[in-house]
């Protein structure tokens, strides 16, 4: 069973940053898709973005286009999440996930087989 590892997730203040970044020992993440998923108490899991196998394509929700960013680096095998402009209503637990995809990738919670154990992040003042 391939897992992920995420890292990353931290307590900061509305306006703050954080890098959470993926990971994993068994499995290369420059052959997978990989995306970004966040679960709200009392809230189903979203996701926030993801990037394809070849990093020629991104997407990200309507609630944090234009304050997050998505990058690969293949050399260290991470796939990491640049945060900026933080709000209270970005907390949640992150989860990262991959898929073995050709194209662009995908938001949707059914295309990904592969996940890990989640990253806290809590922005509160």
């Known amino acids: 069973q391939f897992q992920l590892v995420e890292s990353g997730g931290d307590l900061v203040q509305p306006g703050g940053s954080l890098r959470p970044s993926c990971t994993s020992s068994d499995f290369a993440l420059s052959q997978y898709a990989i995306a970004w998923f966040r679960q709200a108490p009392g809230k189903e899991r979203e996701g926030v973005s993801c990037i394809n196998l070849s990093s020629t394509f991104r997407n990200f929700s309507d609630s944090v286009k234009g304050r997050f960013t998505i990058n690969r680096d293949n050399a260290k095998n991470t796939v990491t999440l640049r945060m900026r402009g933080l709000k209270p209503e970005d907390t949640g637990v992150y989860y990262c996930?991959?898929?073995?995809?050709?194209?662009?990738?995908?938001?949707?919670?059914?295309?990904?087989?592969?996940w890990g154990q989640g990253t806290q992040v809590t922005v509160s003042s």
């Open positions: 996930a991959a898929a073995a995809s050709l194209g662009v990738c995908s938001l949707s919670n059914n295309q990904y087989k592969y």
